[in-house]
């Protein structure tokens, strides 16, 4: 028979005496994360080699120190990296709507900015002094003088020539027109009329002579006039050189080793040349948003500088968090405004996305947060193809709306992406998505825990010093330190590991301080990580106290005393969120004659996952290759967790499923202040399972509440025995010898226990003694098997003579 497990095999606790400090304000700060040296390696890896398509991808459970090691390796390399370029956007003369980018060594980005509005308010003072000077008006005057002469000498030389034939050049307010005159006075058309129709015949073939030499002079007048035009713009541009040249070839010889920056200075000078007007008329400077180009108004914001991205602080290379990743906080948007009823824009609303920030550097992004996205996950996946960044409106994209658009220049993109999410996210993208496994190629994957050991319980404590400190908590003494350990191996579910979810860790000394400073402590003790524990449990333990309030009242059947056949306490886990607690479940099994059929009701009525349905079916090969090797297997089952009203999922309950089947069988009474957890195999070996610590602890809580009598106790896998942290009020009833842990390798060793008859050892027809459960077991089948063949004989029948004989031989 099985001996139960000593106390101290219940749990795996923390020596404080191991520990020489007094409390963890003696240790020095831990700058390592524990328990992650393949994922930092992978880490290093990633962010270090300059490769297309090595973006690095860090999977593992929330609160496992990714964004702390990744920021600090990153940090490391990113402070001894030169300074990526400044990123400009200016206007482009010749065709506005496609702002070119220009790239300036770090910090000259803003120089530029200062330098072009120096310009520009010099310009703004210096043209209109140059077209108020005396210079200016002189020549202007000159070429006025030099017209006029030319046009009064044409029209008086009309003029005489018409006054040669007794013909007149009046200038009316219409223009010029032609009249006879006689003895010096212009002619009425009485006084015309009286004259003879030859005279009035040579007058009108006169005036249309005359005439035609007028329209030829108005012709040539119109031609001078333009001459002017040109003559003054050219002197305009000849001043206005003056005033610009020398200004501009200043700020080009700042620049002389950006030829992008030089090409565009020259083309703002001919732009200066061509509107110089625009500086002359200076309008009263409007409001911040109203200053944007007008229809009717000249402006000079084609002349600023837009820093989409600077760099002038000696930092080293960016690292930009992408905490809201939508497309267009990553890709940089075109900005709008209304003004007369429209949205309108120009190159100094293009604003900056995260990639645009980060470029030359490293972004980080939360993968969840990402997908969640509308069109980001794609717009990153295009940025890092094309290896360039282009800002587009998904409006435009998708012809939502219709306004005044811009086609910025790209810029060439060359940062280091580094994504964070769980496992199944990386591995979902990996099967679905054929671009992930081309743009991120490396996986750094973080362990849910590490090793329990000398050297790594040391670290731990300077681990939970480094968080205290670094979260401004009271130090730990060393029997705080050695209770946190308890509490990462209770939280990794294993009592030869701790947690490397350093959040949960954190929590419970936040929550630990609090206590402590209410009490008065100067430091964190054992007693205040038990109290804020405690605390903890109790703020989520609703649920798990109506349970065992109905198991009391006796509305959900739980025994915990007597015996019963074919009946058996399962044991199963409910998890809420971060929080779980086991309990007992009544499983029933009963069994007949049948065609070898295990039913398994959960399944039928699709109450059972696909797991419980695999652990029912393989329980059912076993019995069949035990008992029924060499015969037809006659067995008809059924299998079904009592008073269950939600999806069973899971095979850890197919050892107590089993040992139902078997009391059912040999009619074998099952101690009922036992309960059982365990996994079966088709070879009747007991496997491990999950939760073992909260099962245990829920059958003891029952049996507590009901009075424990010395013969309650869990039948547990013997591979869940180092998975044991087990509570300390647990422990101390099993030292008291009140409370028993059994821990079986086989199921002849589990149903030798429940029902405390002999297990026996079958033979290879499955037959054992009859005194045994396998024997009994056996008997039973063979007896059904019999029956089946006798009725399956022509002519039989009931009472005939096939009638078979009492079945079990008793």
């Known amino acids: 028979m099985i001996e139960p497990l000593a106390a101290d095999r219940l749990t795996h606790r923390c020596d404080p005496a191991v520990f020489r400090f007094a409390t963890t304000a003696e240790l020095g700060p831990l700058d390592d994360v524990i328990g992650q040296e393949r994922a930092a390696r992978a880490v290093d890896f990633g962010i270090s080699i300059a490769r297309d398509g090595y973006n690095l991808f860090v999977m593992g459970a929330p609160g496992s120190g990714k964004h702390t090691l990744v920021r600090r390796a990153i940090s490391r390399r990113a402070e001894r990296a030169e300074r990526p370029s400044d990123w400009v956007y200016v206007n482009n003369f010749q065709t506005p709507h496609r702002p070119l980018a220009l790239a300036l060594p770090p910090g000259r980005g803003n120089a530029l900015r200062r330098d072009m509005a120096k310009l520009v308010e010099e310009l703004?003072?210096?043209?209109?002094?140059?077209?108020?000077?005396?210079?200016?008006?002189a020549r202007v005057e000159a070429i006025d003088a030099e017209f006029t002469e030319r046009h009064e000498r044409a029209f008086g030389a009309l003029g005489a020539e018409a006054a040669e034939q007794k013909i007149a050049l009046l200038r009316t307010p219409s223009g010029f027109s032609f009249a006879p005159v006689k003895d010096g006075e212009v002619m009425g058309p009485e006084e015309f009329a009286k004259l003879s129709e030859e005279e009035q015949a040579r007058i009108e073939s006169t005036i249309a002579s005359l005439q035609g030499k007028l329209e030829k002079l108005v012709r040539e007048v119109m031609r001078w006039r333009a001459e002017r035009i040109e003559r003054v713009k050219a002197l305009n541009r000849e001043m206005t050189l003056l005033a610009v040249g020398h200004l501009v070839d200043e700020l080009k010889r700042g620049y002389q080793d950006l030829p992008k920056v030089v090409e565009y200075l020259e083309?703002?000078?001919?732009?200066?040349?061509?509107?110089?007007?625009?500086?002359?008329?200076?309008?009263?400077?409007?409001?911040?948003?109203?200053?944007?180009?007008?229809?009717?108004?000249?402006?000079?914001?084609?002349?600023?500088?837009?820093?989409?991205?600077?760099?002038?602080a000696p930092d080293g290379s960016p690292v930009v968090f992408a905490d809201h990743p939508t497309y267009q906080n990553l890709t940089g948007r075109v900005d709008h405004i209304a003004q007369l009823g429209t949205l309108v824009t120009d190159f100094n609303l293009i604003k900056a996305g995260a990639l645009h920030r980060a470029n030359g550097g490293y972004l980080l992004i939360d993968a969840t947060k990402l997908l969640n996205q509308p069109f980001a996950w794609e717009g990153l996946k295009r940025a890092l193809t094309?290896?360039?960044?282009?800002?587009?409106?998904?409006?435009?994209?998708?012809?939502?709306?219709?306004?005044?658009?811009?086609?910025?220049e790209p810029i060439p993109l060359a940062a280091k992406v580094v994504l964070f999410g769980e496992r199944y996210i990386y591995y979902l993208l990996q099967a679905y998505d054929p671009d992930f496994s081309k743009l991120f190629r490396v996986a750094a994957d973080f362990s849910d825990d590490f090793d329990r050991s000398a050297d790594t319980t040391e670290t731990f404590a300077r681990l939970v010093g480094t968080l205290a400190s670094r979260e401004q908590l009271l130090p730990l003494d060393r029997s705080a330190v050695a209770r946190t350990v308890d509490f990462g191996s209770r939280y990794a579910g294993d009592g030869k590991k701790i947690t490397a979810r350093l959040q949960r860790i954190t929590d419970l000394l936040t929550e630990a301080d609090h206590v402590a400073r209410e009490a008065g402590h100067a430091a964190l003790s054992a007693e205040d990580i038990d109290r804020a524990d405690a605390a903890r449990r109790d703020r989520a333990d609703r649920l798990r106290e109506r349970v065992h309030e109905e198991i009391l009242r006796g509305t959900l059947l739980i025994d915990t005393s007597g015996a019963k056949v074919g009946q058996v306490n399962g044991l199963s886990v409910l998890a809420l969120g971060d929080y779980a607690f086991g309990g007992p479940t009544r499983i029933t099994a009963t069994t007949r004659l049948g065609e070898g059929q295990v039913i398994d009701i959960q399944r039928e009525v699709e109450l059972g996952g696909a797991i419980h349905s695999k652990g029912v079916l393989i329980l059912s090969a076993f019995l069949a290759a035990r008992y029924s090797g060499q015969r037809p297997h006659s067995l008809a089952a059924s299998l079904v967790f009592e008073q269950t009203y939600s999806e069973v999922e899971g095979d850890s309950a197919s050892l107590?499923?089993?040992?139902?089947?078997?009391?059912?069988?040999?009619d074998a009474p099952i101690r009922q202040s036992l309960a059982v957890t365990g996994s079966i195999n088709q070879l009747g070996e007991v496997q491990p399972i999950?939760?073992?610590?909260?099962?245990?602890?829920?059958?003891?809580?029952?049996?507590?509440?009901?009075?424990?009598?010395g013969d309650q106790g869990v039948l547990i896998p013997?591979?869940?025995?180092?998975?044991?942290?087990?509570?300390?009020?647990?422990?101390?009833?099993?030292?008291?010898?009140?409370?028993?842990?059994?821990?079986?390798?086989?199921?002849?060793?589990?149903?030798?226990?429940?029902?405390?008859?002999?297990?026996?050892?079958?033979?290879?027809?499955?037959?054992?003694?009859?005194?045994?459960?396998n024997g009994r077991v056996a008997a039973r089948l063979r007896d059904y098997s019999t029956v089946r063949r006798t009725w399956a004989r022509p002519g039989a029948r009931p009472g005939g003579p096939g009638r078979p004989r009492r079945l079990g031989g008793d």
């Open 124 to 137: 703004r003072g210096a043209i209109p002094a140059i077209f108020e000077s005396d210079e200016y008006t």
């Open 386 to 408: 094309r290896k360039e960044l282009r800002i587009e409106s998904l409006a435009e994209m998708y012809s939502l709306v219709s306004t005044v658009s811009l086609e910025p």
């Open 690 to 709: 999950g939760g073992v610590n909260e099962k245990i602890e829920g059958f003891f809580d029952v049996c507590r509440a009901r009075g424990l009598a």
């Open 656 to 666: 107590a499923e089993l040992c139902a089947l078997l009391s059912s069988l040999a």
């Open 718 to 773: 013997a591979a869940n025995i180092d998975h044991l942290m087990l509570r300390a009020d647990v422990v101390a009833a099993a030292r008291e010898g009140k409370f028993h842990v059994y821990a079986v390798s086989t199921v002849d060793q589990a149903i030798e226990l429940l029902t405390g008859v002999p297990a026996g050892t079958p033979d290879v027809l499955g037959e054992g003694p009859q005194a045994t459960i």
């Open 267 to 312: 083309a703002l000078q001919r732009d200066v040349l061509d509107h110089a007007d625009d500086f002359r008329k200076q309008p009263e400077a409007p409001a911040a948003l109203a200053r944007l180009v007008q229809r009717d108004e000249p402006s000079l914001r084609r002349y600023e500088v837009n820093v989409l991205v600077d760099h002038s």
